[in-house]
């Protein structure tokens, strides 16, 4: 289960030329929705956490522009927005308050998690972009790979409520938190939920080469996909899944990963894409990301990532 208790918001108070602006970008705005939603579905509370990038030569103006202990004008602002933030999750009946950092964004938005002990952070997306133009740049991506806790990067479009939830689950360890957390939001957020499987067939050009006959290579794939999903039942039958209102829907395919959730995302029309992430960093972490990122260019789905359960945060405060 995911704690819903203390949700982190993280918004980009910029806008064009101006480093603090009340005209928000739509993936804030889905960003501050959202998180209010997830809140009151959880009866959690809410942090609107601003991280104001800037150089070191600029803090250092800001910081000693007035000794007289007066806040700067870029904070002033800055509260101003937050401060509206707050007002309209008072007004949803979720608790609420604000939080303004100086530094790289997802450097201080993880400090502010580790400090705090925040269970959940919720961010942005762009409409059909790649995931390096999230939230602040490379944010998204450093906060997917970093960030110690769930990270809920919202879909751009604010009509469209959630309605169908897929989760991606390999058999590993991780996967059986991925479909704990695929029960608790279909269930909160009164949604069918998917879950995929897929058997990889890298091997297959190579087994069809080597002299083995097609109805042997057919059987082989039967059992493998028989025995896939005698392994998918059993887990979800260790979770709350027949609880779901909406129903769950298991697919066991063949293929490769990439393709197959690709395909699913577009069938079923998914709204809410759940998945772990493996937390390595170098050449692994680089491929991870990558596919993901080319997942999310073809989908406007949200995405939940979640670590595996010996993440070790690397960031300290």
Known sequence: MISLAKILVGVDLSHADRLISHDLSDQCEQAVKKAIELAKAGDGELTFFAAIDISEQALHLIETDDDSGKKSTVEVEAEEVLGQFVARASEAGVKAGFCIAFGASWEKTIQEVLKNNHTLVV????????????????????????????????????????????????????????????????????????????????????????????????????????????????????????????????????????????????????????????????????????????????????LLAIKPRDFQCSVKV
Not at 135 to 164: H, I, M, N, Q, W
């Open 123 to 302: 961010i942005g997306r762009k409409s059909k972009t790649t995931i390096s133009n999230f939230f602040f740049g490379r944010t998204a991506v450093k906060l997917l790979r970093k960030c110690p806790v769930p990270v809920y990067v919202a879909k751009p479009d604010p009509v469209r409520p959630v309605e169908s939830i897929l989760v991606a689950d390999d058999f590993a360890e991780i996967g059986e938190d991925l479909l704990d957390a695929g029960v608790q939001f279909a269930k909160a957020l009164d949604t069918r939920l998917h879950v995929v499987h897929v058997v990889e067939s890298g091997d297959d050009y190579k087994l069809a080469g080597s002299g083995i006959a097609r109805e042997d290579l057919d059987k082989l794939h039967n059992e493998e996909l028989e025995q896939a999903n005698t392994i998918a039942a059993d887990r979800l039958s260790r979770t709350d899944a027949r609880t779901i209102p909406q129903g769950t829907m298991v697919h066991i395919e063949k293929g490769t990963a990439e393709k197959v959730i690709s395909k699913i995302l577009e069938d079923e029309k998914v709204d809410l894409l759940i998945m772990g992430t493996n937390g390595r960093t170098g050449f692994s972490a680089m491929m991870m990301g990558n596919t993901a990122e080319r997942l999310l260019a073809e989908s406007d789905c949200s």
